[in-house]
């Protein structure tokens, strides 16, 4: 079998997509269901048709391109990502695997070679949480992470909810119909830009990946008293802002005290109440995103959390309530995986290295249906979710020759 990545149609295709945006040049944005992303759908349709792929389409809108291989009653093999992009993105994060993926399927009919099981690329619906508040929405359904219940009561920032917005969107079907059962796939690869800079930094092309990284979200509402900024003495003072900039810091101190490098925990969002310049705060919201490759650690972590925000509220005279947004357990890699991208590495005399993946993707939800495994490749500078997002036309072709050469051992 002689696989070659046809780099120049790829890296052509890439810029295409790209051009389907709501936002001007080199910035990408692609909100799921607006009519930027449902035109980006259509187009990737084409492609997979183009490629004698079968497509079919689910509730939610994950689309499924299937190679059919020769034996149709064995479980399939799956590849795929996303292509919904953040406002003022880049062009490559969740593209090139679903781009790459198919490039690596042309590759594979390009060689003659033809698959025992089917071959199946994925584009999994709202990798991003920025209409509906919560990421990897196709991939948490078909999974059974996210219940259609559940599903049926996301509205977005406008208020619309879900239901009324997918089929506004022409998604048909009862999102009953989404979840798969667990071993609907025999393996599932993902290929993805690292999204940090430790490929870069250590010159080597390829990261395999052995365990995701998942996160646990909080949101915080501090409630103390407002008041006249100088007619309160500061003895008396109950400000929610001064007690929250204190358990920020204690959230800050809790990671790095968890004694694993993989711990990470971040304020993104505060909102003060009433936001005045002469005015205490009387409340403040915040929110908590910790993440860790180990469950119990990253629980430990938040029980520390909670209790120095008790002692905080009793310091400070405030109140402190916490929400639990969602709290999703991290992923181990599946060694079948993991093995046929080490031994395609190894056919092909590439380097790589073994890590960790710390930001989330729609492998972490795919683990629950298939032994999973992710293939990374660097990003310049490790920037992503920004215009300048970058990765090599020659990084992103050994990508997707890898991926292939995986995707032929493991659909044997």
């Not at 929250?244 to 711990?263: F, H, K, R, Y």
């Not at 960790?356 to 629950?368: E, G, P, W």
């Amino acid at each position: 079998m002689n696989l070659a990545i046809d780099q120049a149609r790829l890296l052509s295709e890439i810029e295409a997509l790209a051009g389907i945006s709501d936002a001007e040049p080199p910035a990408v944005t692609r909100i799921v269901f607006t009519p930027r992303d449902l035109e980006a759908r259509a187009w990737l349709r084409a492609k997979f048709s183009e490629a004698d792929l079968a497509v079919r389409q689910d509730a939610i809108g994950n689309t499924f391109a299937r190679w059919t291989g020769t034996d149709e009653n064995a479980a399939p093999v799956a590849t795929g990502s996303h292509i919904d992009a953040i406002p003022n993105a880049g062009k490559y994060d969740g593209v090139v695997g679903v781009l790459g993926g198919l490039e690596a399927i042309r590759a594979l009919q390009r060689s003659g070679f033809r698959p025992e099981r089917s071959i199946e690329l994925i584009l999994f619906t709202a990798e991003e949480p920025t209409r509906f508040g919560i990421g990897c929405l196709g991939s948490r359904m078909l999974s059974g992470a996210l219940t259609a219940e559940k599903a049926r009561q996301l509205t977005d920032t406008s208020g619309q909810s879900l239901e009324h917005v997918r089929r506004e969107a022409a998604m048909k079907g009862d999102l009953e119909s989404v979840r798969l059962d667990s071993g609907h796939y025999t393996a599932f690869v993902e290929l993805h830009i690292e999204q940090g800079p430790l490929l870069e930094r250590a010159h080597v092309p390829l990261g395999i990946v052995e365990n995701i990284a998942a996160p646990a979200s909080y949101e915080l509402i501090v409630q103390g008293a407002g008041g006249h900024a100088g007619g309160v003495l500061m003895p008396g003072r109950k400000d929610a802002l001064c007690a929250a900039a204190e358990i920020i810091l204690t959230i800050e101190q809790a990671a790095l005290a968890s004694g694993s490098s993989d711990t990470v925990a971040t304020v993104g969002i505060c909102d003060v109440f009433p936001g005045a310049v002469n005015s205490i705060p009387s409340r403040v919201r915040f929110t908590i995103d910790l993440r860790d490759t180990d469950l119990p650690r990253r629980h430990k972590v938040f029980q520390a959390i909670q209790n120095k925000s008790q002692h905080m509220s009793e310091k400070r005279g405030v109140s402190i309530q916490f929400r639990t947004e969602n709290a999703d357990a991290p992923a181990t890699c599946s060694s079948v995986v993991t093995d046929a991208l080490i031994r395609s590495c190894t056919k092909h005399d590439l380097p790589f290295q073994k890590m960790v993946s710390r930001a989330y993707h729609d492998s972490l939800f795919m683990s629950r249906v298939a032994p999973t495994g992710m293939l990374f490749i660097p990003c310049r500078n490790g920037y992503s979710h920004r215009p300048d997002e970058f990765a090599s036309p020659e990084d992103i072709a050994r990508g997707a020759l890898i991926l292939a050469e995986a995707l032929a051992e493991l659909s044997r």
